[in-house]
């Protein structure tokens, strides 16, 4: 089965700096979307940061000028480079693909298990 394996949280002070990375294991034949996403207590879970297989990325507002998501499509892999993090960066951040597993497969969305990531003092 594919499983994204997520790496990088932790704690850190605000206006420092966190990597994020997201490695689908198994067999994936071909990944479209990838994002990661964001959840903190009492709130909804929101998009942070989406990235096209082209390349094309989007931001949430709050994150833009600050983070940014990068793939690598050889290696099944994305990256989220987090700086100048804030105390409201606070939450679990999960990855998201869109895996096709076969070449005659429909894209299926998968999440990794998340990671928690805390800013402060």
């Known amino acids: 089965q594919v499983q994204l394996v997520e790496s990088g949280g932790g704690l850190v002070q605000p206006g420092g700096s966190l990597r994020l990375s997201c490695a689908a294991s198994?067999?994936?034949?071909?990944?479209?979307?990838m994002g990661w996403y964001r959840q903190a207590p009492g709130k909804e879970r929101e998009l942070v940061a989406s990235?096209?297989?082209?390349?094309?990325?989007n931001y949430a507002s709050s994150v833009l000028g600050r983070f940014t998501i990068s793939r690598d499509n050889g290696l099944n892999t994305n990256d989220l480079q987090m700086n100048s993090l804030k105390p409201e960066d606070t939450a679990v951040y999960y990855c998201?693909?869109?895996?096709?597993?076969?070449?005659?497969?429909?894209?299926?969305?998968?999440w990794g298990q998340g990671t928690q990531v805390t800013v402060s003092s």
């Open positions: 198994g067999k994936a034949v071909s990944i479209g979307d």
């Open positions: 998201k693909m869109a895996i096709a597993r076969s070449t005659s497969s429909s894209y299926v969305n998968y």
């Open positions: 990235i096209s297989r082209g390349g094309s990325t």
